[in-house]
């Protein structure tokens, strides 16, 4: 086992992180057991060092801010805590998107309800995977941002891919192709998990780039400082 000391960049407190090896090479094997937001997972660190670089404490906690299938834990009950017009939205198809569902809003990241030019952040952590149509929702999220608006995300990226590949499909009667063997990810609105629709690759911010009208960053993290080693931790910044 190996540990180290650090501020985590969620609560700003001295923290003690443990893991398995010295790469911490499991995606959340870097691990914390003091956490006051019920634990964090390292892509939740990862994003809240982006953003402690990209914005003042001020100006974060003032901002208006959409997450998308946000996490009971780490950054999201930061934002819960500390920013007043921050959002939360859930994909509910049974409901009547832009209402409310248990006291989430409910939204199609491919068609949103929200007002253009809404939000000065938009943030979601390993949804892009499980969408048909992940450059429509990013289109979206472009039309709902201020001018200088961002949107910061993490979603899996295969070290050994170079072209991102769609593995599900969704015809025209709503029916679901699968390309080989199904792949699901824990989702805790959907008991048997969310299908992975797409595996993406070293090619995915050429891809946003020809299919949007943001510029993109991505950071990937070997940092003890943000308590963000390992594998599949990259985060995008996408600016409008």
């Not at 003032?62 to 834990?73: F, G, T, V, Y």
């Not at 995300?153 to 390309?179: C, G, H, K, M």
């Amino acid at each position: 086992m190996k540990a180290f000391t650090t501020v985590c960049p969620i609560c700003q407190l001295d923290k003690l992180f443990e893991a398995k090896d010295d790469f911490f090479s499991g995606r959340d094997d870097l691990t914390s057991r003091e956490c006051p937001y019920g634990s964090c997972a390292t892509r939740e660190r990862a994003l809240a060092f982006v953003l402690r670089s990209e914005y003042s404490s001020f100006d974060l906690q003032r901002a208006k801010i959409h997450e998308s299938s946000p996490a009971k834990r780490g950054t999201a009950s930061w934002f819960l805590e500390n920013c007043p017009r921050y959002v939360q939205s859930g994909y509910f198809p049974s409901y009547p998107f832009g209402t409310l569902v248990d006291g989430i809003r409910n939204e199609d990241l491919e068609n949103q309800t929200f007002a253009d030019e809404l939000f000065d952040l938009v943030v979601h952590l390993d949804v892009m995977e499980h969408l048909f149509r992940p450059f429509q929702a990013l289109r979206e999220i472009y039309r709902t941002l201020v001018p200088g608006g961002k949107c910061c995300f993490s979603v899996p990226t295969y070290q050994d891919l170079f072209n991102s590949v769609q593995v599900a499909f969704q015809r025209p009667n709503s029916s679901v192709e699968i390309i080989g063997t199904p792949e699901y990810h824990h989702n805790p609105q959907i008991p048997e998990g969310s299908l992975v629709t797409w595996r993406y690759g070293y090619d995915f911010p050429l891809l946003i780039s020809r299919e949007t009208k943001f510029d993109i960053e991505v950071r990937r993290f070997q940092s003890k400082q943000a308590a963000a080693t390992g594998l599949m931790n990259e985060i995008y910044i996408l600016s409008k």
